[in-house]
């Protein structure tokens, strides 16, 4: 097993996570994913439908159980690291409160106004008097813009601005680490940007660490420090953005595996390539997938 490296706040080890498929045989959904998230850093997870970044991500927060692997986490209140699937309920609600999450919906509660549900984790998990609550609402509408809309109902928000709320939510117990599910999904171009510039600001002002998933390339150039490639349920690569943008931007022909031909694909969207091609997928399958 992979040794993860001593900077860091999430690392991940030979995780594999399994679903049967319809004839009730094991799939591998992830397959042997190892990965470091470094103290302050914003790295996205990217790659096609299908590929496992949802499930990834499912798995960092404990929603799923992988069955091979380690997840460890290194935040500021932990003397050494913790491995996310030995914690038992107590240690995994305790992790929790350490990390916020903005899901792809914004999974705003219809029954609460905007308010109430930035509220909620303040008043489920924190010791915060009652009457400081409402100071702190209101600071956590501020840093996204949200304060006019504070006593509308989610019916009556943009998707944008639920986006918006939930991410106010997400940050309402200060959080060390930030968790991103598709931010920019269903979104104009210039509603999403306006996402991303929150993402950045927020990850500035709060000191953040926040791991972004997204297919969506536009944004996550713009927000990214690293990023990460899968595909098929594996790491294909992980580097700089500048690497990435490099990778993006060479000709296909200057290209010296199939592996860089079909990232540069995706990253550039082109419908020819290892991705769509009938021979390069064969080829592609017998240099990545079978190793």
Known sequence: ME????????????????????????????????????????????????????????????????EVGRILYQTRTMREPANLLEMDEEAMNDLRKRFGILFQSGALFNSMTVAENVALPLREHSYVDPSIIDIVVTLKLEQVHMRPHRDKMPSQLSGGQKKRAGLARATALDPEILFYDEPSAGLDPVTSAAIDDLIIDLSKKLLVTSVVVTHEMDSAFRIADRMVMLDRGRVLRIGERAEFETLRDTPPEQLATDEERLIHQFLRGDTHGPLTDAEGMSEYEKWIVAG
């Open 3 to 66: 040794e993860p490296t001593r900077d860091f706040v999430i690392s991940v080890r030979d995780l594999a996570k399994m679903f049967p498929d319809q004839e009730g045989c094991p799939v591998r959904v992830l397959d042997g994913i190892n990965l470091d998230v470094k103290p302050g850093e914003t790295l996205v997870i990217m790659g096609g439908s299908g590929c496992g970044k949802s499930t990834l991500l499912n798995c960092l927060i404990g929603e799923l159980h992988p």
